[in-house]
């Protein structure tokens, strides 16, 4: 059991910055592609990027394309969501997800493990 745990949302003005963290608690993370997702009120929860365990390879939503970088430290088995140019629309829950051996992007059928989840909140 893959143990997932975000951390550094909060409240930003628009046009902001924020890095979002989800440290694994897994031995073969270097396995996994991780993934971020988004659940903003009332809508449903989306795929926002994904980084592939075998090249590192990235998949971005193209609402955020060029906006949200992530990256992926092995050694540190922790995956990062870096936000810049935050917009009000970009107000949700975000989850961090493991797909062991997955592709990209991450299929939510697919994941193996979810994090609790950090609310993320821009204001206009």
């Known amino acids: 059991q893959v143990m997932l745990k975000e951390s550094g949302g909060g409240l930003v003005q628009a046009g902001g910055s924020l890095r979002l963290s989800c440290a694994a608690s897994i031995h073969t993370f270097s396995r996994y592609t991780m993934g971020w997702f988004r659940q903003a009120p009332g809508k449903e929860r989306d795929i926002v990027a994904a980084i592939r365990h075998s090249d590192g390879r990235e998949y971005y939503a193209d609402s955020v394309l060029g906006r949200f970088t992530i990256s992926k430290d092995n050694a540190e088995k922790t995956v990062y969501l870096q936000m810049t140019s935050l917009k009000p629309e970009d107000t949700a829950v975000y989850y961090c997800?493991?797909?062991?051996?997955?592709?990209?992007?991450?299929?939510?059928?697919?994941?193996?493990?979810w994090g609790e989840g950090t609310l993320v909140t821009v204001a206009s």
């Open positions: 997800a493991a797909d062991l051996f997955g592709r990209i992007p991450i299929r939510q059928e697919d994941v193996d493990s």
